[in-house]
């Protein structure tokens, strides 16, 4: 037979009823309310008695007034963001409690973890519009918030910041054959190279988000809710709390050179934005341009280090479109198997098929790293793509030169991609010019002979339809 517990507010109440709102002591920070994690509530309401989350001010200068992010399961009453650290890892954790190898109630000994090299602060990280998807301050848990973890607080970092060698063998080739220099600081006479790196989970600030996503606060939770079938009810309960954890891959910050350089105008920065591909980035899958654009990158971010600037590369976890790599997949099949096989002229007829949208990435949100890094003038943007750089500009970055990947270093069966891509408007340089309708015709991918293939014509049903040419262009990625 199953015991009525109480639930944590109703435990704690008694105690509430004596003081008043957001206990202080003469430090001014709340004094922490530790939750008994036996009872499983199923959500929480604003208006609720006891529950009193600790107030947030998002793009106050000042973080004790902005106040930390609190999303841990030993403060119930005081959290002030939905959702759960480590994005889509959180599972792991609830294994982990499962199987009985963590504590539920474990607080991180942050003693040693401070940031390696400093970061910030920069005006953008006061500005909503400039950085509305990460913490601008996840990085300083220890530094800005030590009179919340010495009350008791279980905060979390949310951005982990230190460095590293990097050892790609296209650099080591690049040595060989006398591409690259090594200086014996930033590029080691072994191929490796020495940079600077910070690993980023999302925190999102949800009426910014809606803003920047042309929709209410109110819609963007109800479609956030409904499409992970009820997975964060909070998002419909809790309109008071307006931070957001999502569970979903973050970003990874590597830099080349001194950080410092990096918000400084007249020092050259080259940078490129990349969003993961596992089969490409380390398998080497050669459908596709993504791993030698990526180490073109990290040669040109090299070279700029060593005369002087910073080189930056941002590696999203953004898989397939942020479709998913299942889906990726069945979109490589259908462009196998459509009739006359894998075309450039019916590239970009194949993801809205199997997806029902051409790219889920929307880059509304990209450009806020940059922001947290102080950037504010991109000498040398090592990509092609025109959404990416109309995000980027579109917030105030200027970006002087755009540079496509080299041609010879397009693999095999990605001739498909790069020829629809610069046919559709894809910004290509001199070497990709003359790349017209015929071309576009002729261009044509590896044959793997499935079963299954040539689907009938454009009539029969499941067939890859027709698309026109102007929504093909905002396809481009």
Same mark, same amino acid.
């Given at each position: ?111 040693? &973890?401070? %940031?390696?090299? *400093? @970061?910030?602060?920069? /005006? ?6 400039? !950085? ?104 419909? &309960?809790? %309109?008071?709390? *307006? @931070?957001?954890?999502? /569970? ?6 590597? !830099? ?222």
């Amino acid at each position: 037979m199953s015991t009525a517990h109480p639930s944590p507010v109703a435990r704690q109440s008694s105690a509430k009823k004596q003081k008043t709102d957001h206990e202080q002591d003469a430090d001014g920070i709340p004094i922490p309310e530790v939750t008994d994690l036996d009872y499983v509530s199923l959500t929480t309401h604003a208006d609720t008695f006891g529950i009193d989350p600790v107030p947030i001010s998002w793009g106050h200068p000042d973080p004790l007034v902005r106040g930390p992010i609190i999303c841990t399961v030993r403060h119930f009453n005081q959290r002030n963001a939905i959702g759960a650290h480590s994005g889509s890892y959180c599972i792991y954790t609830g294994l982990a409690v499962a199987a009985g190898k963590l504590n539920p109630s474990y607080v991180p000994n942050l003693k040693l &973890t401070s %940031p390696v090299f *400093k @970061i910030g602060p920069y /005006p953008s990280w006061y500005d909503p519009k400039k !950085i509305a998807s990460i913490d601008p301050f996840g990085h300083l848990t220890t530094e800005a918030y030590s009179a919340y973890l010495d009350k008791g607080f279980d905060i979390r970092p949310t951005i982990a910041v230190t460095k590293a060698h990097i050892d790609l063998p296209e650099c080591r080739e690049a040595v060989r054959t006398g591409r690259l220099k090594p200086d014996g600081k930033i590029l080691m006479p072994s191929g490796q190279s020495v940079c600077h790196k910070a690993a980023i989970e999302p925190v999102w600030y949800l009426p910014e988000i809606a803003r920047r996503f042309g929709c209410t606060e109110t819609h963007l939770r109800q479609s956030i809710f409904r499409m992970t079938n009820g997975m964060y009810p909070e998002l419909i &309960t809790r %309109p008071d709390i *307006k @931070i957001f954890l999502p /569970p979903i891959g973050g970003m990874t910050i590597y !830099i080349w050179g001194d950080p410092d350089t990096i918000p400084d105008e007249d020092i050259e920065l080259t940078c490129r934005v990349h969003d993961e591909c596992n089969g490409s980035d380390v398998f080497g899958s050669d459908i596709c341009t993504c791993r030698p654009y990526l180490t073109h990158a990290i040669e040109e971010a090299i070279k700029t280090a060593q005369r002087g600037g910073a080189g930056l590369v941002i590696y999203y976890r953004k898989e397939g479109r942020s479709l998913g790599e299942v889906t990726k997949y069945l979109v490589y099949n259908t462009r196998k198997r459509q009739e006359g096989g894998d075309s450039a002229e019916n590239y970009f007829n194949c993801t809205e098929q199997v997806a029902g949208v051409q790219d889920t990435r929307f880059q509304a949100l990209m450009p806020d790293p940059l922001h947290f890094l102080g950037v504010t003038k991109i000498h040398n943007f090592i990509s092609m793509s025109d959404m990416k750089y109309n995000a980027i500009v579109n917030t105030g970055i200027k970006i002087v030169n755009r540079v496509e990947i080299p041609k010879e270093l397009v693999p095999e069966d990605a001739q498909v991609e790069i020829t629809a891509k610069v046919f559709h408007g894809y910004n290509a340089g001199k070497a990709y010019q003359g790349i017209d309708e015929e071309e576009l015709k002729k261009c044509k991918g590896r044959d793997y002979k499935y079963e299954g293939g040539d689907g009938g014509s454009d009539k029969d049903e499941g067939s890859v339809p027709k698309k026109s040419d102007s929504n093909v262009v905002e396809e481009l990625a």
